[in-house]
């Protein structure tokens, strides 16, 4: 069964960056899929952050895509998210997803891991 | 781009049918048939309940189905019991710069 784990500092200042790995078990992350990070402020609704491909293929959203930088390490399968210049409104559950493609469906994703930012 | 547009809650009673509604545009929900639903727990992580429109993950009963006309898709949950209670999201792709959408959400309770 796949399973995915975010990991990742819980706190982060106003204007630094946001690190997250995602850690990928039960398959490889070279099988073809799209993996990806979606988040949800405390209360609110989902929000797209970004998609990439085993091979580097990325896709991300044009409100984040300037702050947003995402890449895979297939020897350790796992994958990253950073998101520079973070503010509260950055503040959400950050999860982990795999999607098959113009996230037609994100079948598998992470528990979520909460990330504040605050000073 | 805003975010597809879903009502903030709905009800029903245990056995009734609801629906849900999802309306986006001709850029996303009316030019393609990406549309994926997710049901959400508190606390929970989401999890898929439909995709490409009408399609249902294995696992998924098949109280749920999914259906789309024009810039509106729509799910639907017949015989609904306790555990449906949820909030629920649209998905749309919407092409090569905007790539994917969410809906506002959408609350369930079970009367």
């Known amino acids: 069964q796949l399973q995915l784990q975010e990991s990742g500092p819980g706190l982060v200042k106003p204007s630094e960056t946001l690190s997250l790995t995602c850690t990928v078990s039960?398959?490889?992350?070279?099988?073809?899929?799209?993996w990806g990070w979606v988040r949800q402020p405390p209360g609110k609704g989902l929000e797209w952050i970004a998609s990439i491909s085993y091979s580097g293929t990325t896709y991300y959203n044009p409100s984040l895509r300037s702050r947003v930088t995402k890449s895979v390490d297939t020897s350790k399968n796992q994958f990253f998210l950073r998101l520079t210049s973070v503010t509260a409104a950055d503040s959400a559950v950050y999860y982990c997803?795999?999607?098959?493609?113009?996230?037609?469906?994100?079948?598998?994703w992470g528990q979520g891991t909460l990330v504040t930012v605050s000073s | 781009q805003s975010a597809l547009t879903q009502p903030r809650s709905v009800s029903g009673s245990p056995g009734q049918s609801v629906t849900i509604s999802c309306t986006g545009t001709?850029?996303?929900?009316?030019?393609?048939?990406?549309v994926s639903w997710y049901q959400q727990h508190p606390g929970k992580a989401p999890k898929l309940m439909i995709y490409d429109v009408s399609e249902r993950p294995s696992g998924v009963p098949d109280r749920f189905s999914g259906s789309k006309s024009g810039n509106a898709a729509s799910l639907t949950i017949s015989g609904l019991q306790d555990d449906d209670e949820a909030d629920y999201y649209c998905c749309s792709y919407a092409g090569g710069y905007i790539h994917v959408i969410f809906g506002g959400g959408t609350k369930l309770t079970v009367l």
């Open positions: 997803t795999r999607d098959t493609g113009f996230v037609r469906k994100i079948d598998y």
């Open positions: 039960g398959g490889s992350i070279s099988s073809g899929y799209y």
């Open positions: 001709s850029s996303d929900v009316g030019s393609y048939n990406f």
